[in-house]
């Protein structure tokens, strides 16, 4: 049974940095693109982030690009997920997901698929 669990949520003052971790269970977790989605109260789930299989493409959500950076390392099975300039607009539920088949390139606005892997989020509050 694959498991994702997020940490590192927290309240942060706006223009501040944090990182958010995610640690999967899974001996092929190397074989699939992970991504980080958040919640904001009272909207949808949005796409932020998602890093192919070995690390060498990514792509981000027009609202972090230049301000978040995913990355993954593929021996100690973790996706994380840098936070710079943070803003309010960043308040959210943050969720990480893996894929739901091996070896696919992520493209921008990825969706981990019916087959994906979700954990339960990590809180995100950016006071102004």
């Known amino acids: 049974q694959v498991q994702v669990v997020e940490s590192g949520g927290r309240l942060v003052q706006a223009g501040g940095s944090l990182r958010l971790s995610c640690a999967v269970s899974?001996?092929?977790?190397?074989?699939?693109?992970m991504g980080w989605f958040r919640r904001a109260p009272g909207k949808e789930r949005e796409f932020v982030a998602a890093?192919?299989?070995?690390?060498?493409?990514?792509y981000y959500a027009d609202s972090v690009k230049d301000r978040f950076i995913i990355s993954r390392d593929n021996i100690k099975n973790t996706v994380s997920l840098q936070m710079n300039n943070l803003e309010p607009e960043d308040t959210a539920l943050y969720y990480c997901?893996?894929?739901?088949?091996?070896?696919?390139?992520?493209?921008?606005?990825?969706?981990?698929?019916?087959?994906?892997?979700w954990g339960q989020g990590t809180q995100v509050t950016v006071s102004s």
């Open positions: 997901a893996r894929d739901g088949a091996p070896l696919r390139a992520p493209q921008k606005g990825w969706s981990p698929g019916d087959g994906g892997y």
């Open positions: 890093i192919s299989s070995g690390g060498g493409t990514t």
């Open positions: 899974d001996p092929t977790f190397s074989m699939y693109a």
